[in-house]
């Protein structure tokens, strides 16, 4: 079983729709939670940022965790072609930017 | 300016040839890493120097051999390439201090290595 899982899509929604990206993860030791997004042919850039449980708003995006679940979403609002990508999970323990672990990413298309 | 720069972008080689991807930071950051990216998007760590010193040195192949002149940069020599080695290969920084910063990677635009 892997330490972190995603549902690799791909997901398509029309413009406007509310998206909703999950990853699930068995390590507890998880308390740094990030959601990383990745367009064609680019690098991965940093998103969202949350620590521990809790919900995390910004603009348009509304990042979700559950600890005791060991859940993590990430909400998109009136999703725009523009953020048809590939999002990826990324969690890792205190302290140390060294032991992030990733999801395999789930690819979006937000049709026009 | 790119925070993160890595060249070549893309990288088309023979079977059993040498090649080196270059990697620079321009954010001051202690820490650089190097990820490699599947076909199926799966990224995973391959090595991590800190202060050009090497912290972290996954499962790779001993033909992958990182190099870090100063901490600014960090390059990335494959030896001997195999079919096996194609994928993309990212570069990455992030600051060494504790608290929410200190757990961000930034990504460089990463280098598409195809090997035939």
């Known amino acids: 079983q892997k330490e972190v899982e995603q549902d690799p899509g791909p997901l398509s929604v029309p413009e406007g729709a509310i998206v909703s990206l999950n990853c699930t993860y068995s390590n507890s030791a998880f308390q740094y939670f990030m959601w990383y997004r990745q367009y064609s042919r680019k690098g991965p850039e940093l998103l969202m940022y949350t620590y521990s449980s809790g919900n995390k708003e910004d603009g348009r995006f509304t990042a979700q965790v559950d600890k005791s679940s060991k859940y993590i979403s990430l909400f998109i609002r009136d999703s725009q072609p523009s953020d048809s990508a590939t999002y990826l999970c990324a969690m890792n323990p205190p302290g140390s930017a060294r032991q992030l672990t990733f999801g395999s990413g789930t690819q979006l298309t937000v049709l026009p | 300016d790119t925070a993160v720069s890595q060249t070549p972008k893309y990288l088309v080689t023979q079977m059993g040839n040498d090649k080196s991807i270059k990697c620079e930071q321009n954010l001051g950051h202690d820490t650089m890493y190097w990820y490699k990216q599947d076909s199926k998007k799966f990224l995973k760590i391959m090595f991590s120097y800190n202060n050009k010193e090497l912290i972290i040195n996954e499962t790779v192949p001993n033909r992958f051999s990182p190099k870090s002149p100063d901490k600014a940069h960090l390059n990335l020599h494959i030896n001997s390439l195999e079919l096996g080695d194609s994928a993309v290969y990212f570069c990455?920084?992030?600051?060494?201090?504790?608290?929410?910063?200190?757990?961000?990677?930034?990504f460089g635009e990463g280098s598409w290595l195809t090997v035939v």
């Open positions: 990455a920084s992030s600051p060494t201090h504790r608290g929410l910063s200190g757990n961000t990677i930034y």
